[in-house]
């Protein structure tokens, strides 16, 4: 079967090849799976790229997992002998690793059955973001009916997620983007849209219950100022796509922020998502019910796996980007 791996650190377009490799063998408590479709996270290019501090734990001078890919859909084709909740042909969606290849084997706790009218598309750009977006929301912000919500960074695809999300807990929301993602972000059950090429949300003299910060572009500060007294900031992972000069520098601005939170009524909380089965139900049910509609900015084949994380790293994605195994593409 084909597979996305690399073998050394670098940009997509030097390291990322497109090999055959073994098919993988379930075991006792996986499924195996025929990948449909997989999406691409931050995470991805962070891998390929490694600062230091990352090497620590992936390798100091070559990665010692070699393959790619968290978020997957496809049709079950064999489970192993523990397996209970899934058969042969059940289709399913949730986290694995090496997601990017035609066959991917998932543990049976981390997939749940895929809604007969989303798509596979659909379905596999939901686990990390629409995770983050869900347990950044209800975990760390707390949310509740009819408190003000800032998503920045609304547009991404945490950030489409976490919009959407907001809403159906009953929140009123506003989404900050740039001037094309405007009408986007509004269509998604935006209360309010903030352009930030033309206003600074900080700047606007309105304050927040929760801002859910996909960027972690304004100082602890300035989102101070537009938190309640009691407000949470949310800061989602460590700042999504972009430079790694600017993941890392946000990073930093965001733990200088939590510590900076401990003096204050305010809080400054960061996380990263737990994939857990009951979680990825509920944003089952978000999708089943309407609730929740995933946003694909572009589809690429496994065959351009590098094009597609260069063009994440970019950091102008409308919601996700997301990969199809070609192969295995039946409908």
Not at 20 to 41: F, G, H, M, Q, T
Not at 119 to 134: I, K, M, N, R, Y
Not at 237 to 256: D, H, N, P
Not at 288 to 317: F, M, Q, W
Request: with cysteine; glycine share 10%.
């Amino acid at each position: 079967m084909k597979a996305a791996v690399y073998t050394r650190y670098g940009p997509p377009d030097v390291v990322v090849q497109i090999k055959e490799v073994e098919k993988p063998v379930p075991k006792d408590s996986e499924v195996l799976i025929e990948v449909r479709a997989a999406s691409l996270n931050p995470l991805d290019g962070h891998l390929l790229r490694a600062p230091f501090p990352l090497r620590l734990m992936t390798g100091l001078r070559k990665p010692k997992n070699t393959r790619l890919g968290v978020d997957v859909a496809g049709q079950v084709e064999a489970v192993g002998r523990n397996v209970t909740q899934f058969k042969p042909g059940d289709e399913v969606f949730g986290a694995c690793r090496a997601a990017l290849a035609e066959y991917a084997c998932a543990p049976e706790s981390r997939l749940v059955m895929k809604p007969s009218k989303v798509t596979f598309e659909q379905a596999a750009s939901v686990p990390v973001a629409g995770l983050t977006a869900l347990q950044g929301l209800r975990d760390k912000g707390k949310i509740q009916p009819g408190q003000k919500v800032l998503i920045n960074g609304a547009s991404g695809g945490v950030g489409t997620f976490a919009v959407q999300i907001a809403k159906s807990f009953g929140a009123d929301v506003t989404g900050v983007c740039s001037t094309r993602n405007v009408d986007m972000v509004r269509s998604i059950g935006a209360d309010h849209v903030i352009n930030y090429t033309k206003e600074d949300f900080t700047q606007s003299g309105q304050r927040y219950d929760i801002i859910f910060d996909n960027v972690s572009n304004h100082s602890f500060s300035e989102r101070r100022r537009i938190l309640n007294s009691n407000g949470i900031c949310v800061l989602a992972g460590i700042g999504g796509a972009g430079s790694r000069e600017g993941q890392w520098t946000r990073l930093g601005g965001s733990l200088k922020a939590m510590v900076a939170s401990w003096f204050v009524s305010q809080k400054f909380v960061t996380f990263i998502a737990r994939i857990t089965k009951e979680d990825l139900i509920i944003l089952r049910e978000l999708m089943a019910t309407g609730n929740v509609t995933p946003v694909i900015d572009k589809c690429y084949k496994l065959s351009e796996v590098p094009e597609a994380i260069r063009y994440l790293e970019e950091g102008h994605a409308r919601g996700k980007v997301v990969i199809t195994a070609e192969s295995n593409n039946k409908t």
